[in-house]
């Protein structure tokens, strides 16, 4: 069954609360929509630390977009190799690089800054394997754009949250959060949503009785109850 849509106080005090526990909700240093694009897909299956080490060593070794576009995919895929699944990620990214390049005749995305939300997400997910959450990090992250970029850790969260139905998946995920959460929130909510998961509503076992949002939360009472039964 349907899980009913938080109502925007909820979403606002649930806010309020991440923010009051975790500390502010700042988004990624704003980075050019080539970058971010690169960066996402680095970031796939993977932790920050390991993305940032592979994406330090592709520049390192291709320092201009132009190199890296001309470049072999294994010589790509030796330099990620510390990002893991380099041997996937290094064609993908090769292209969509290639794929901007033949269409714009550069690697310069500026044009974006002054499109509407709709056509730079159109643009981008036309974009060999380029989905909703690649698209969404790069209109939040590199255009500032009112979205919520939905990972792994906001997809479980807001499902137990109940902001999503649980027949939801991934993509429909960032429709359907976007309609509860106001645009000025959504990406400082991304954040801590993304913080919320990592730290407390974790995949395995989510630590409920130490959550800011347990009273909202409506999976939270059978969790806490399990702990209580093995206590």
Known sequence: ???RPPDPKTVRLAHRRLERRLGPLDPPLR?????ELVLTVLSQNTSDVNRDRAFAALRGRFPT??????????????AIRPGGLSQIKAPRILAILREIRDRDGSLDLVWMRDASDEDAAAYLVSL?????????????????RPVIPVDTHVFRVAGRLGWIPPEANADQAH??????????????????????????CKAGRPRC?????????PTAPTYMAGRADHA
């Open 175 to 200: 429709e359907l959060l976007a309609a509860v959460v106001p645009p000025k929130l959504r990406v400082s909510m991304h954040v801590g949503l993304i913080r919320l998961g990592r730290e407390i």
């Open 209 to 217: 009785e130490d959550c800011p949002l347990n009273d909202l939360c």
């Open 31 to 35: 980075r050019d929509p080539v970058e």
């Open 65 to 78: 977009w132009d190199a890296l576009a001309s470049a072999d995919a294994p010589d790509v895929a030796d």
């Open 128 to 144: 060999p394997g380029v989905g909703p959450k690649t698209a969404a990090c790069v209109l939040a992250f590199s255009l500032e």
């Open 1 to 3: 069954m349907s899980l």
